[in-house]
């Protein structure tokens, strides 16, 4: 009867013991406060940001050079910040960038480079490789032909953490993986953070003019650049959306020419009607 009442007590104090247990435990893998990942884990934008172009990086091929020395000098660089072992963000990152490239008029290696940079900097060249060579086999079309304007890289600690800071993506260690957002950066030939677009889904059109615009006249036509003037960067949209002050210029430049190609006519046939015979 004493066992019984005993075997019962144990039954009920278990009953209220072990969810406490369960709540209040800390579990691996699990970031003990999710609060802080609003200020801890994101995209926060820099523009105008210079980054230091000289940290040293490694590509898949065990080769260790500035960043730099990856990118043309006067050419826009974009950079992917992914960690290799990723499960799944970072994978559908590079879906949406390959995308992108595939897309975009302008040339890879020619007109941009794009340089894919490992955060976790326990990551080797290897494991960088392996996702360089899945990702490079879906690229397609004339603009895609030069494989060498994609360059993966890895780098220590020091110059990860100090790339990550300056570009404004901040992560988290949460277990074997990561807490972290998925963006590209548009940078300058000169390293200036020139915009962000944030998602895995990039409109190639509105892409395109931020590299016109980041290479400082250095690609691009004519009319890509007049494009620029009437257009510009909304970054609450992520699109490029009409420039008021600018379409009136032009419009009003239009409209001047079009008055002067009036007189002209004008003069000329005045002109023309006085000079009658005698």
């Not at 302008?106 to 490789?129: C, H, I, K, M, W």
């Not at 992560?171 to 807490?179: I, L, R, S, T, V």
């Not at 494009?227 to 949209?237: A, E, G, I, K, S």
Request: aromatic residues 10%; contains cysteine; hydrophobic residues 40%.
């Amino acid at each position: 009867m004493q066992l019984g009442r005993f075997s019962t007590v144990s039954l009920v104090l278990l009953g209220v013991l072990l969810p406490l247990l369960f709540f209040y435990a800390p579990q691996a893998g699990a970031i003990e406060r999710p609060e802080e990942l609003e200020s801890k884990v994101g995209v926060f934008t820099q523009l105008g940001t210079k980054i230091d172009l000289s940290r040293q990086f490694t590509d898949t091929s065990g080769v260790t050079k500035s960043l730099r020395e990856f990118a043309p000098a006067d050419r826009p660089i974009v950079i992917a910040p992914v960690y290799y072992r990723c499960p799944r963000l970072c994978g559908l990152l590079l879906d949406g960038t390959y995308a992108l490239l595939n897309e975009l008029p302008l040339s890879l290696s020619r007109d941009y480079t794009l340089l894919v940079v490992g955060f976790n900097p326990v990551e080797s060249s290897q494991d960088a490789a392996k996702v360089m060579d899945k990702f490079n086999s879906r690229l397609s079309g004339e603009s895609t032909q030069d494989r060498s304007g994609v360059k993966y890289l890895v780098g220590n600690e020091e110059n990860v953490s100090a790339l990550m800071r300056e570009i404004g993506f901040r992560y988290m260690k949460d277990g074997e993986d990561f807490a972290h957002s998925a963006a590209l950066m548009i940078l300058t030939p000169s390293g200036e953070i020139s915009q962000y677009f944030t998602g895995i889904d990039f409109p190639a059109w509105d892409f395109r003019l931020s590299l016109i615009e980041a290479s400082k006249g250095s690609i691009g036509t004519a009319i890509d650049h007049l494009l620029l003037y009437c257009f510009r960067f909304d970054p609450l949209q992520g699109r490029y959306t009409w420039a008021v002050v600018g379409l009136l210029r032009v419009g009003g430049a239009l409209t001047l020419i079009g008055l002067a190609a009036v007189l002209f006519f004008f003069g000329r046939r005045r002109r023309s009607d006085g000079e009658t015979p005698a």
